[in-house]
């Protein structure tokens, strides 16, 4: 099987939906296309904005046309731009907030506020509040980062516990062209990681015979150049662990009252919907069924350039695990590296 670019992809993989492995894939493979020329720019000036606040002196030298030979002699730097970093980051790690739960009338109030307890709780054991200063930092260096919210099967194999992740601007990929900072216009969002078996094992422990028989082929593909094990060309042991959000649609099931106009979700199975109806008519209610097609989101897991899995979202929240943390962004302008910039861009 090969891409419309000539890429060829394994064959004999089926995703759970029951479609081919080149289903997947060629989205895959048309979002790198669309959206590769734009985001290596982008990184490449992230890479320049990260490397000049660490006071990466070649980076000096390179942005500015010259190299450390040229100059035959070391050259002393005084760096201003980690000092300015760290005292906006200082200052939102010393007064940040905390989450909680706002309620919708005044007699929800207790309910509000033992969710409350429990959000709070479970940021604090997922450690959340010092990831959301870190994504911070991380925006006003490059201008974007992701916190991503995923499961942990490594303690509790049956429900998994909350936690979250800094996505940084070299561990993903995605539609160029968003405007919206919920993501709600995003086509697709690309992630990829370098992990050992047993750690993707625990991550989708019900694919670990699949996981079992992939061997670690090191960076066959050359893609997400930036992330650091991409540069290390020796390592044996990590697999490339690719995940690809995008968004479908899904077809919903609605109870309209016709009396009210008032539409009701129908949670329960398919085949007791007329048992219902009929109860409503006893009742001098007058129902109808409707269909509805609503955007969802949907998840595939690729590992080492094999596809796992390819179904709808497990969260079933119909958006995107992530929460988006921009410096700077101009919707209007089309080009991504100016379009989304942090702190150091304007003072480099």
């Not at 980076?59 to 002393?76: E, I, M, S, V």
């Amino acid at each position: 099987m090969a891409s419309p670019s000539g890429i060829g992809f394994p064959q004999g993989y089926l995703g759970v939906s029951g479609n081919s492995d080149g289903d997947v894939l060629r989205r895959m493979e048309d979002a790198w296309q669309e959206s590769s020329p734009q985001w290596l720019q982008f990184q490449a000036e992230a890479d320049i904005d990260t490397r000049m606040t660490a006071g990466d002196q070649e980076a000096l030298y390179a942005y500015g046309a010259r190299t450390h030979n040229y100059w035959k002699r070391n050259q002393l730097s005084f760096n201003k731009l980690r000092p300015a970093i760290q005292m906006i980051s200082g200052h939102q790690r010393r007064t940040r907030k905390s989450s909680i739960i706002i309620p919708q009338d005044t007699q929800d109030q207790d309910c509000a506020d033992q969710l409350s307890k429990t959000l709070m709780w479970t940021m604090r054991y997922a450690n959340s509040f010092s990831q959301i200063s870190e994504a911070f930092e991380s925006a006003i260096t490059t201008g974007l980062s992701m916190i991503y919210h995923w499961l942990d099967y490594s303690k509790d194999p049956l429900n998994g516990d909350i936690r979250s992740s800094v996505m940084r601007y070299s561990s993903f990929l995605m539609d160029p062209f968003f405007k919206r900072m919920d993501l709600s216009d995003c086509r697709y969002i690309w992630t990829r990681k370098w992990l050992p078996k047993n750690q993707i094992k625990m991550l989708i422990p019900k694919y670990a015979e699949m996981i079992d028989q992939i061997n670690p082929k090191g960076n066959t593909d050359g893609r997400f150049a930036y992330l650091p094990e991409a540069l290390n060309y020796q390592q044996r042991n990590l697999l490339v662990y690719d995940e690809f959000w995008y968004q479908d649609t899904r077809t919903k099931h609605l109870v309209l009252d016709e009396q009210t106009g008032e539409t009701y979700d129908w949670e329960d199975a398919p085949d007791k919907m007329q048992e219902f109806f009929e109860w409503g008519a006893r009742q001098g209610m007058k129902m109808k069924k409707i269909k509805h097609e609503v955007p969802t989101i949907r998840y595939a897991v690729v590992v080492q350039h094999q596809p796992i899995f390819d179904k709808v979202a497990p969260d079933k929240l119909d958006r995107y695990p992530f929460s988006l943390f921009v410096c700077f962004m101009n919707p209007e302008i089309p080009y991504l590296p100016h379009k989304l910039q942090g702190l150091i861009r304007g003072a480099r």
